[in-house]
């Protein structure tokens, strides 16, 4: 008879695997290279901790980590490798040291550090074979994009929204980069609305957002609360309003100087800046008045008057049911004014303990400073005739926010490493974007993946020849406005160098300090720039050279500074027919918008606004990023040949699993 095989070789043979070693999930060979591969995450917040702790466990052995911020208090419901005792401390550092709890022979290495810190330039990353993003801000995704690009590594975008997520791989060449499509721009106010005519409960909680930097913070000049004289819609003589005012100068009143060092000299008085607020400053105001012939004028308020309030007074009636818990009420304007104090009190001694030069900086998780903001942003919504708000509406709005759900993102950066498995295995063909929905789809998925998008020809960041179209008035934009405005924020450059393609090689903007410093103030047209003039722009960190074409134009929109040519609109609606196919969006009810596009921000939430996309084809919101799914923006923007993406399993099927981005 046979020889009997042994227990052993009887299972291997009947699971077929003697020729296949397998070490947990993954063969041996693949173990091998994730011992070996070297990986950068760039974020250790909400999806950067749910990650690190499933790369050790996965076999990668050799991780940098770089995050910028630091834990606090409201991380710890999700951010599961820290603890009450981190706050405060480094998140990438703590993360490192909770991953090696996992797996202590494990190499991690922390930076806390921002990833766009030039010591992190193009030879950094090429020490990598794999970068994985977890970010929660456009400019630093645009950066990492740009190095990965340059470095030639393979990257993964990743990111969340309440319930909503997305993953998607970027390789150069091979699929679209993060900025293959143009992303809507962040929505903003004019100033004069902000300043001047409030007519929405988030004009008036900006104002109060300014107002705390002008007060407390970092002063800008472009977020100043004093009434705007220049506002085109008022036509007034301003010596005419001048000897109508009834605002005198006391207490602070109209004198238009520094808004910190003004009430730095009253001391920080509560009444005084309560009434240079919202009494003089809105009888100045009042005294512009073109702008109230078709609007309901303000009212002042004065301090001693609201002081005085009879019971029952409607300064006295709250504009909503006190049901509810604390935060969800809506107080009257004399809590208000009481709040608005002590809150200036509050932060006037925490100024204080920073000494000569200190500042603070707004955060919604501040109880006092969002005191501060809740308190102004309602006393002015009073004055305007606007449905006052509670605690919690403001803080929503001031913050944009999204709340962050811990297991969307446990599930996202469980897809992260799938994916970065595919890649390892040298099957890149088989990676896809990924769609983590709140609602089932009609086919009962929640996860759909889809097909990855060939790289945009006409993409300004990873075409062969970046070029870009800029129409703006070459007479009113300074150089400084070209470099901050449109290279750095609209374009994401970092220390741009640019000359002038006039024959002559003239150096506009030098990222060496000092050199170019002269021609900040003066406008495009000194420098001989016309209709059809070219810019030649370097970013020397990104490995970047974008060519511009600008288009001189007097016509512009009130308001707007400049145009990108054939960029998405801020508003980009685009109506399905029929012919389309069933698109499914993400279910969501609940008010949540996407965003890439803010300053840093913990990881605990998303910062939206209200028109911007969400997780994009190429990544999304580090721990909040998004809303639902992904469109293909060429077609809205009527550039044709933009064939909705499919789900490849299902090819030959209706587009029902197609994703649309909002």
Known sequence: GNPRLSPASAARVGLGLWKMALVGPVSRALAERLSRCRLLVVGAGGIGCELLKNLV?????DIEVVDLDTIDV?????????????VGKSKAQVAKESALQFCPEAKITAYHDSIMNPDYNVEYFRQFTLVMNALDNRAARNHVNRMCLAADIPLIESGTAGYLGQVTVIKKGVTECYECQPKPTQKTFPGCTIRNTPSEPIHCIVWAKYLFNQLFGEEDADQEVSPDT??????????????????????????????????RSTGYDPVKIFNKLFRDDIKYLLTMDQLWRKRKAPVPLEWTAVERVEMGSSLQQPSASPAGLKDQQVLDVRS???????SVDHLKARLAEKGDGGELVWDKDDAPAMNFVTAAANLRMHIFSINMK???????????????????????AGLIVLEGLKILSGNMEQCRTIFLNKQPNPRKKL??????????????????KPEVTVKLNTHRVSVQMLQDRILKDKFGMVAPDVQIEDGKGTILISSEEGETEANNNKNLAEFGIRNGSRLQADDFLQDY??????????????DVEFEVVGDVPDKAPHRLSEEDGKVITNGSDDGAQPSTSRAAEQDDV??????????????????????????????EAGGGGGAKRRCPEQQEEEDEDVIALD
């Open 57 to 61: 466990l996965a076999g990668f052995r």
């Open 74 to 86: 409201s991380n710890l419901n999700r951010q599961f490798l820290f603890q009450k005792k981190h």
């Open 230 to 263: 220049a506002d085109p819609e008022a036509a007034w003589e301003l010596s005419d309003a001048v000897a109508r005012a009834g605002a005198s100068n006391e207490d602070g009143g109209i004198k238009r100087v520094s808004t910190k060092d003004w009430a």
């Open 336 to 342: 208000y004014a009481h709040l608005f104090a002590r």
């Open 390 to 412: 509670s605690k919690f509406d403001v803080k929503s709005m001031a913050g944009n926010i999204i709340p962050a759900i811990a297991t969307t993102n446990a599930i996202i």
């Open 447 to 464: 996860l759909v993946p889809c097909s990855l998008d060939p790289p945009n020809a006409s993409c300004y960041v990873c075409s062969i």
């Open 545 to 558: 050279t974008l060519t511009v074409t600008l288009l001189h134009s007097e016509d512009l929109e009130k």
């Open 606 to 635: 998303l910062i939206v606004d209200s028109d911007e996309e969400m997780p994009s084809s190429s990544g999304a919101e580090g721990d909040g990023e998004g809303r639902g799914l992904k469109r293909k923006l060429e077609e």
